[in-house]
């Protein structure tokens, strides 16, 4: 092989060295772009992991905050049971057997006024049977 021969063969190698490095620099470019893009979107994710953990925060808050309230209505509810079974229904009670009493003593007095009314339907029946025996007598004599 000549001197010209190994020159142009060097030539074309170094060419396709060429040809194969600026391949290589668009490939390598491509690659910066995507890693670029993926930085992007990384970035968008930790934002939004961030956001959902404050999120997250301000649910744990209310649902601490509405066992606390849970909490507090089941003893009220308890509260207010034990207030029903233990005072209001024996006042019920109570006040029930306080009328059954009337009731009876109404039903005693009311038994004494109709006696009370026959009585001076009598009375008045006998005091004009009276008055007219009266009368004839006075007429008669």
Same mark, same amino acid.
């Given at each position: 092989?000549?001197?010209?021969?190994?020159?142009?063969?060097?030539?074309?190698?170094?060419?396709?060295?060429?040809?194969? %490095? &600026? $391949? +290589?620099? *668009? !490939?390598? /470019? #491509?690659?910066? =772009? @995507?890693?670029?893009?993926?930085?992007?979107? %990384? &970035? $968008? +994710?930790? *934002? !939004?992991? /961030? #956001?959902?953990? =404050? @999120?997250?925060?301000?649910?744990?808050?209310? %649902?601490?905050? +509405?066992?606390? !309230?849970? /909490?507090?209505?089941?003893?009220?509810?308890?509260?207010?049971?034990?207030?029903?079974?233990?005072?209001?229904?024996?006042?019920?009670?109570?006040?029930?057997?306080?009328?059954?009493?009337?009731?009876?003593?109404?039903?005693?007095?009311?038994?004494?006024?109709?006696?009370?009314?026959?009585?001076?339907?009598?009375?008045?029946?006998?005091?004009?049977?009276?008055?007219?025996?009266?009368?004839?007598?006075?007429?008669?004599?």
């Amino acid at each position: 092989m000549t001197d010209n021969e190994l020159l142009q063969e060097i030539l074309a190698v170094t060419q396709s060295l060429k040809t194969d %490095v &600026s $391949s +290589l620099k *668009t !490939d390598v /470019q #491509s690659l910066k =772009t @995507d890693v670029q893009s993926l930085k992007t979107d %990384v &970035s $968008s +994710l930790k *934002t !939004d992991v /961030q #956001s959902l953990k =404050t @999120d997250m925060k301000f649910v744990k808050t209310d %649902v601490q905050q +509405l066992k606390s !309230d849970m /909490q507090d209505t089941k003893h009220r509810i308890t509260s207010l049971e034990l207030t029903l079974e233990n005072e209001t229904n024996r006042n019920i009670r109570l006040i029930a057997e306080g009328h059954l009493d009337l009731s009876r003593k109404l039903d005693q007095a009311l038994v004494v006024e109709n006696q009370k009314e026959m009585l001076l339907i009598r009375v008045n029946t006998l005091e004009n049977e009276m008055r007219k025996l009266k009368e004839q007598m006075v007429t008669t004599s």
